[in-house]
């Protein structure tokens, strides 16, 4: 009886949150109240009051919308979530916004959810995460990282590719600490799933090389829903799926409908589903003493080991002294002494590919970062990725730190997010695929940024240098895409200096995504270029800026254009900036910023994507307006008018057409 109680107290409080802000999704927590109790209360091991305890279990509601559920359940589990924050949901500032956000101050969220299946896409980085960490440092007697990783799911989320590509890749893994329960409810938003949805999913998921088992009654068998668990936590070798049959919004008079989906219940309809539950039909947000003892002792319960695993880590390190240097230093966020020393850069005459940079600096900092891993997807060879002696992670052998992502850009950034949020910094995630295939990748490159999630996306292939291949790979509108979105530090180095630099930043920034967007063509290498010119986000690179009568702006592979056309402007001063990073330029003061482009000077900006955005750093844009085209890249750049000779004279030109009178460009400081 107490265990129906508190599925029905779980039942009530879910309606109560979402009625009190008259906005919500209580149908999904009406329907999956009864395993998550089982789950938490039986299953789980988390510590309410440290909730970031490196191996509690994780729990990924990757059917965000229904987080009145996760919410209620946080609360009842000692989480720092008070029935005030209940009352708060979806307000501004609360600790209980309308979807689950894995950010500071909201404890027991592992990872952002609610665009549907980016939660399964991260779980399965939770669990490679595990697995990895658990092949590096577990020894007998000591399994410091055994966590399982829990998924709630529905119809939505298995229909989203990212889910697709993500679970493809967890049964080939093998992922045996994955266990995802699949909300089988027959119901979406426009109405029963057979308008939309007939998959064999449990046939289908079996052919993915998962262990699936069905409950055919998710509302009220309690000793099936615990079987099931039990089942899948003994199957080590194969991710698991427990398809469990609910009603959604069980107990409400619109239970079984998609009405009882999206909208609050009717104040009538609360009153009986809490008459019906042996609830107080006139108290909200209502908690009995017996639920309250019941939670209590699960929490006392994961409490305790808690404690037992702060002692075994204790002697792992006292016992593997060097091992546990090297575990703590991830725990604790750190990045070992000197890491970004001896770093490789720029040789004066050379002239190197940026991804070729890029190959470069791993091969220098994967040695010392032993907690960066990472990937590409199923582009090694042309991502320069793979570096000398890494070892691939593969099925049952998860100590290697190279990840074959295989054809999958969406998964596999929402995997590296997941990866990223085990714990951060503890384990550095990169990923990599052609600049113009991030757009593939972008839902979960969002929801990254928006989790500070601080992964690093490696874009080679970065723009119409490209050249044969075509408009189809030429990425002429995602600079502006990116540069737009939050917390995204976006990367457009010119040579090996401000490669190495990037990532040195990227590395550095566990709170920011960082996208690197490298060319396949050759590029100059200066020498003006240094690391801490790159953390300005932009610098002189040529001539003199205080003095110039004309500046010419540019990135990565047109920066040495800029420069030869600079070269030819012939009775005038012109200088040359380099803006590897206009996010990190953005927050400079304005004294430098004005350092670079004094008031009056016209400046002219020259990148090979869209023009947009543009107009906050010069006065004219020598940018794309249109797709590119198939051809040898230095026919492109021609085509397109990227030549030094045209640089030069539109440089001319402006400084024709304004002389010293140009707009200020620095931004108004309010």
């Known amino acids: 009886m107490t265990d129906m109680l508190c599925i029905n107290t779980i039942r009530c409080l879910a309606a109560d949150i979402v009625a009190g802000a008259n906005s919500g999704h209580p149908g999904a927590p009406l329907g999956m109240a009864p395993v998550a109790h089982v789950l938490f209360t039986k299953f789980m091991n988390f510590d309410g009051q440290n909730p970031t305890w490196m191996n509690r279990d994780r729990f990924v509601l990757s059917n965000g919308h229904g987080c009145a559920l996760l919410y209620s359940m946080l609360h009842l589990c000692g989480y720092d979530l008070p029935i005030e924050e209940l009352k708060k949901f979806r307000q501004l500032g609360s600790k209980t916004p309308g979807?689950?956000?894995?950010?500071?101050?909201?404890?027991?969220?592992?990872?952002?959810?609610?665009?549907?299946?980016?939660?399964?896409?991260?779980?399965?980085?939770?669990?490679?995460?595990?697995?990895?960490?658990?092949?590096?440092?577990?020894?007998?007697?000591?399994?410091?990282?055994?966590?399982?990783?829990?998924?709630?799911?529905?119809?939505?989320?298995?229909?989203?590719?990212?889910?697709?590509?993500?679970?493809?890749?967890?049964?080939?893994?093998?992922?045996?600490?994955?266990?995802?329960?699949?909300?089988?409810?027959?119901?979406?938003?426009?109405?029963?799933?057979?308008?939309?949805?007939?998959?064999?999913?449990?046939?289908?998921?079996?052919?993915?090389?998962?262990?699936?088992?069905?409950?055919?009654?998710?509302?009220?068998?309690?000793?099936?829903?615990?079987?099931?668990?039990?089942?899948c936590k003994a199957n080590t070798t194969q991710p698991s799926m427990i398809l469990l049959k609910t009603t959604i919004g069980y107990g409400s008079k619109l239970e079984g409908t998609a009405k009882v989906h999206g909208a609050p219940l009717a104040a009538d309809d609360i009153k009986q589903l809490k008459s019906k539950s042996g609830l107080d039909v006139d108290a909200k947000y209502q908690v009995g003493n017996d639920v309250r003892a019941t939670y209590e002792q699960v929490i006392n319960k994961n409490r305790a080991v808690k404690t037992q695993w702060d002692a075994l880590l204790a002697k792992y390190c006292s016992q593997f002294a060097e091992e546990g240097k090297e575990l703590m230093q991830y725990l604790e966020g750190r990045l070992p002494d000197g890491w970004d020393s001896d770093l490789p850069m720029s040789k004066e005459g050379e002239a190197v590919a940026t991804r070729k940079c890029s190959q470069n600096v791993l091969e220098a900092i994967l040695p010392k970062v032993k907690n960066m891993i990472g990937g590409s997807a199923d582009l090694a060879p042309s991502n320069l990725t793979k570096t000398a002696g890494s070892e691939d992670i593969k099925n049952g052998d998860y100590g290697g730190r190279y990840i074959r992502f295989g054809v999958r850009e969406h998964a596999m950034a929402a995997i590296s997010n997941g990866i990223s949020c085990y714990g951060k910094g503890v384990l550095i995630p990169f990923c990599a695929t052609f600049f113009n295939f991030v757009t593939y990748a972008w839902g979960a490159v969002r929801v990254g940024a928006l989790s500070e999630c601080g992964t690093i996306h490696i874009a080679t292939h970065d723009g119409i240098g490209v050249g044969e291949d075509g408009p189809t790979h030429q990425p002429i509108e995602i600079g502006a895409l990116v540069r737009a979105t939050p917390n995204i530090l976006f990367f457009r180095p010119c040579d090996q200096t401000e490669t190495t630099?990037?990532?040195?930043?990227?590395?550095?920034?566990?709170?920011?995504?960082?996208?690197?967007?490298?060319?396949?063509?050759?590029?100059?290498?200066?020498?003006?270029?240094?690391?801490?010119?790159?953390?300005?986000?932009?610098?002189?690179?040529?001539?003199?800026?205080?003095?110039?009568?004309?500046?010419?702006?540019?990135?990565?592979?047109?920066?040495?254009?800029?420069?030869?056309?600079?070269?030819?402007?012939?009775?005038?001063?012109?200088?040359?900036?380099?803006?590897?990073?206009?996010?990190?330029?953005?927050?400079?003061?304005?004294?430098?910023?004005?350092?670079?482009?004094?008031?009056?000077?016209?400046?002219?900006?020259?990148?090979?994507?869209?023009?947009?955005?543009?107009?906050?750093?010069?006065?004219?844009?020598?940018?794309?307006?249109?797709?590119?085209?198939?051809?040898?890249?230095?026919?492109?750049?021609?085509?397109?008018?990227?030549?030094?000779?045209?640089?030069?004279?539109?440089?001319?030109?402006?400084?024709?057409?304004?002389?010293?009178?140009?707009?200020?460009?620095?931004?108004?400081?309010?």
């Open 99 to 231: 979807h689950p956000e894995a950010l500071p101050g909201h404890p027991g969220v592992e990872v952002t959810t609610g665009p549907l299946g980016q939660g399964i896409g991260q779980g399965v980085g939770l669990a490679l995460a595990q697995a990895h960490l658990a092949a590096r440092f577990n020894k007998p007697g000591f399994e410091l990282f055994n966590n399982f990783t829990y998924v709630f799911c529905g119809d939505g989320c298995l229909q989203e590719g990212v889910a697709c590509e993500a679970v493809s890749l967890a049964g080939h893994l093998g992922l045996g600490k994955l266990i995802v329960v699949y909300d089988d409810n027959e119901i979406t938003i426009d109405g029963p799933t057979s308008l939309s949805y007939s998959e064999k999913v449990a046939e289908k998921y079996q052919a993915l090389n998962w262990h699936t088992v069905t409950v055919v009654d998710g509302n009220t068998d309690l000793a099936a829903m615990e079987k099931a668990l039990n089942e």
């Open 501 to 670: 630099a990037a990532y040195i930043i990227a590395i550095e920034r566990r709170d920011r995504t960082s996208i690197l967007a490298l060319s396949r063509q050759g590029v100059p290498m200066l020498g003006t270029s240094t690391v801490e010119k790159v953390r300005k986000g932009a610098y002189c690179c040529f001539g003199d800026t205080s003095t110039a009568d004309v500046i010419i702006v540019a990135t990565g592979t047109e920066v040495s254009l800029a420069i030869e056309g600079a070269k030819m402007t012939e009775g005038l001063k012109t200088a040359v900036v380099s803006m590897p990073c206009t996010q990190i330029y953005d927050s400079q003061p304005a004294s430098y910023k004005r350092s670079l482009f004094p008031v009056g000077t016209p400046v002219l900006g020259i990148e090979v994507y869209s023009s947009v955005g543009w107009e906050r750093y010069c006065h004219y844009h020598l940018g794309m307006s249109t797709f590119g085209a198939s051809a040898p890249a230095a026919h492109c750049y021609k085509h397109f008018g990227f030549t030094k000779e045209n640089v030069a004279a539109k440089a001319k030109a402006l400084h024709a057409k304004l002389g010293k009178n140009a707009h200020d460009l620095v931004p108004l400081e309010l």
